[in-house]
């Protein structure tokens, strides 16, 4: 099976902005910026991670706002516009 690569040189590079997906041949390198190409399966598992960690932190940040939204809204309720 063929494995396939991107290339992450955003804003530099046409496959990058496309999200072109670049067969693997002996080199990883992109044909067109000449960067280290990222495995597919390495990027999706990174992606996982990057998902992974804002979940954690959208949780935890997400508490805090909360308490933060309702003393906000509480202040709002006795400072009318
Ligand atoms: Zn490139």
């Given at each position: 099976m063929q494995r396939m690569a991107v290339c992450t040189n955003f804003g530099n590079c046409e496959t990058a902005d496309k999200q072109e997906k670049v067969p693997i041949a002996q080199?990883?390198?992109?044909?067109?910026?000449?960067q280290e190409l990222i495995p597919v399966s390495d990027t999706k598992l990174v992606l996982f991670k990057k998902v992974g960690l804002v979940f954690i932190l959208v949780l935890l940040i997400g508490g805090g706002c909360r308490v933060l939204t309702q003393k906000h809204l509480m202040v709002r309720m006795f400072i009318p516009d």
């Open positions: 080199e990883t390198i992109c044909p067109i910026c000449g």
